[in-house]
């Protein structure tokens, strides 16, 4: 079944979406991206790994996988940039 192009670009926002929403939950809990580094890990590698076994049998879970890890993957990345991550004070 071939895809028309209105499901191409509901895709192409999701993708969007899911960069535009890493950055924000990345700016939101900046100091968690310091403390909670193994989780986010953790988070990004199940769900590419869950992301990747999905891609043979659902397309709804896999694009729901694909977001989970672009946004832990976005949240992972910005946790090394010293102007964006922040120790919390106590």
Not at 32 to 52: D, H, N, R, W
Not at 66 to 82: E, H, T, Y
Request: no cysteine; aromatic share 16%.
């Amino acid at each position: 079944m071939k895809s028309s192009w209105l499901s191409k670009m509901i895709d192409m926002i999701i993708i969007l979406l899911s960069i535009s929403t890493g950055f924000l939950i990345s700016w939101l809990a900046r100091d968690e991206l310091i403390e909670g580094y193994s989780y986010i890990k953790i988070l990004f590698i199940t769900s590419f790994v869950l992301m990747a076994v999905f891609s043979f049998y659902n397309e709804v879970l896999t694009k729901t996988m694909g977001f989970i890890s672009i946004v832990s993957f976005i949240s992972l990345m910005k946790r090394f940039d010293k102007k964006w991550a922040v120790v919390r004070k106590r």
